[in-house]
């Protein structure tokens, strides 16, 4: 089995509403022992966003899990918010 290379990036904030999320203001990794507050985001090897977290003091606030279609396009989106919130699955 071929493992898939991931890549992960730190941001600060996010624009819009539509998914996935479209994020903003990049960190250098040695910036977020700054940071109370950031979103570590991790990208396919086609450079789509497989992952997200909002990480709030270290701890996961909010995640959103998305998988696309052989065409590219977002098939369905998993957020969830909190540890005992339920996962809430979109199918598009």
Not at 13 to 40: I, M
Not at 57 to 79: F, K, P, T, W
């Amino acid at each position: 089995m071929n493992a898939i290379p991931m890549q992960q990036r730190y941001f600060l904030t996010y624009r819009g509403v539509k998914l996935p999320l479209q994020f903003a203001e990049e960190l250098a990794p040695d910036a977020l022992t700054n940071r109370n507050t950031y979103f570590v985001v991790t990208y396919d090897d086609a450079g789509r966003i497989s992952r997200c977290e909002k990480r709030v003091y270290g701890e996961v606030e909010m995640s959103h899990l998305y998988q696309y279609g052989d065409d590219g396009r977002l098939v369905s989106a998993c957020i969830t918010v909190g540890d005992d919130d339920e996962a809430q699955w979109m199918h598009f």
